[in-house]
Each structure stands twice: as C-alpha cells, then as structure tokens.
C-alpha cells in the first residue's frame, strides 16, 4: 500500500471511485454523476497547503483517496477543513481508508494554520463512525433529514477533532 499526494494523472481514477458512490450510496449526497471537466476543477481546487488530496495506490491501481477542503467559505473558518475520505467498493474493508484517513491528518497536524478537523457523515455509515471514534473525533450531533437520496430522507452525524 502506497499513500502519495494526487497527481493530474489520477483525475479518472478519482472521479471514478466518487461517481460509484454518487450512484450507489450516500457518503455524498451528489444525485447527478459528475463529469471529468468537473472533476479536474474539483482537482486543481486541492493541492494547497490547508486543502492537501492523497491517494492510496494498492495492487498497481489507485483505490482510494483522501482530501481536506474548507469547511465554509467565510473567513473566520479558514483554519477549519472538513474532511473526505472515498474508497473503491473493490478495496473496502482492506485498511485502506484508515490509511488515508491517518496520513491526511498528519499532514493537518504538521500545518500551523490549520486547528480544526470537521466529518460530516451520513447516518448508518458505522465504518466510518467507528474509524473516526478510533482516530479521536468527537460526536458532535445529528442533523435529521437534511438530505435526500436514493428515495429517502437521510440524517447526517457530525464530527471534529483538533488537530
């Protein structure tokens, strides 16, 4: 298992991974796929120092990545990013996205300008509930049917931690 910073290279791979999950789940509540021109500005938005992408390449392939993008876009929210994590449905349940989750916060730890971590996660993801538990993240509430998808109405749980 390889963990390195996204190259341009990775774009389909990427968008790939995000569209089955459009399609299929509710780690995003996106309806509509997204295009690869959509996908390639959504790249060059990370990069920076406070918004790092990552992936993880396992058996040759890239099989999943990790950003940190801002949280809101007021100001006073510039040392709060929130948290992604995607993995192919191929490559779950492998470490994958513990790996991914772990290195994106350390390189978070290592920015002076970065204090706040936030997840937001679909209730019913209990992977990912029990990874951001073990990881340190702090429960911080449920808001009720703010989404839906896939013919139903779907709760989101918060998450934080200080890095």
């Known amino acids: 298992m390889t963990i390195r910073k996204a190259v341009p290279a990775d ?12 399609e299929n789940g509710t780690a995003t509540l996106d309806i509509d796929k997204k295009t690869l021109p959509e996908w390639e500005g959504w790249y060059y938005d990370h990069g920076s120092d406070n918004h790092p992408l990552i992936v993880c390449e396992l058996e040759g392939r890239v099989v999943g990545y990790a950003t940190l993008s801002p949280y809101r876009h007021k100001q006073a929210y510039s040392s709060t990013v929130e948290l992604s994590v995607y993995v192919s449905p191929d490559f779950r349940r492998r470490g994958v996205g513990e790996a991914l989750t772990k290195e994106i916060l350390s390189i978070a730890r290592e920015n002076p300008s970065l204090h706040t971590v936030v997840s937001v996660i679909t209730s019913g993801n209990d ?10 993240f702090t429960y911080c509430g449920t808001i009720k049917e703010v989404g839906f998808k896939h013919g139903r109405y779907v709760d989101i749980d918060n998450y934080s931690l200080f890095v």
Request: aromatic share 14%; glycine share 4%; no cysteine.
């Open 127 to 136: 992977a990912s509930v029990k990874l951001h538990e073990k990881l340190g």
């Open 11 to 22: 774009i389909p791979y990427l968008l790939e991974i995000y569209n089955f999950e459009v």
